[in-house]
């Protein structure tokens, strides 16, 4: 009996698939060797299953880091950053690393960029040890002229228990 929802699925000795359609079958797996190489029949419901279950991978493997849960320290905007609360950690010296999201909507495409940030909380510096998997620059550099590294800073050091060395507005006479 001759069904279109039957596929079946042939990769030849290349590796190279073909599909037909309209097979006749009552077996919806692997059928067997035959027409030159390994033939798989499915049904459409079970094709139409296996694409979900792909695509619900693929759309977990699109972010750019896997995170307990990303957490905006800065308000929404063109520009925004996030930390992952999970990996805040206080390095030897008092050192805060916590990994962050950066995302731009100011470029098309947008940029989507993450980081593993250590920031020095009283002396108010930051550096980027790891930028989108990659090795980063070592060298510190002061968070006054970066908004979003400071308001970072402010929130992570204050989770972290270290105090910062925000600046103080001086006594008024």
Same mark, same amino acid.
């Given at each position: ?11 030849n000795?290349?590796?190279? $698939? ?10 919806p797996?692997?059928?067997g060797? +035959?027409?030159? %190489?390994?033939q798989?029949?499915w049904?459409? #419901? ?11 991978? +693929?759309?977990?493997?699109g972010?750019? &880091?896997?995170?307990?849960e ?15 609360a ?7 010296? %008092? ?6 999201? @950066?995302?731009?909507?100011? /470029?098309l $495409?947008?940029?989507?960029?993450? @980081?593993?940030?250590? @920031?020095?909380?009283?002396t108010?510096?930051?550096r980027?040890v790891? @930028? !989108?998997?990659?090795?980063? !620059?070592? #060298?510190w ?5 970066d $908004?979003?590294? &400071? ?6 050091? #204050?989770?972290a %228990?270290? $105090?910062?060395?925000?600046?103080q507005?001086p006594? /008024?006479?």
């Amino acid at each position: 009996m001759a069904r279109v929802t039957d596929w079946c699925v042939i990769l030849n000795p290349a590796g190279l $698939p073909s599909v037909s359609v309209g097979v006749e079958t009552s077996t919806p797996w692997v059928v067997g060797l +035959g027409n030159g %190489g390994f033939q798989f029949r499915w049904t459409m #419901a079970q094709i139409r299953t296996l694409g979900i279950m792909l695509l619900m991978l +693929g759309l977990g493997w699109g972010h750019p &880091a896997w995170a307990g849960e990303w957490r905006p320290v800065t308000p929404a905007g063109l520009e925004q950053q996030f930390i992952d609360a999970e990996s805040i950690q206080v390095m030897p010296g %008092g050192t805060v690393q916590v990994r962050s999201l @950066y995302l731009n909507q100011r /470029k098309l $495409p947008h940029q989507r960029t993450t @980081y593993t940030t250590e @920031y020095r909380c009283q002396t108010r510096e930051f550096r980027d040890v790891e @930028y !989108d998997g990659e090795p980063g !620059d070592l #060298a510190w550099s002061s968070v006054d002229d970066d $908004p979003l590294n &400071a308001q970072t800073l402010d929130d992570v050091c #204050a989770w972290a %228990g270290q $105090p910062s060395g925000a600046a103080q507005s001086p006594p /008024k006479n």
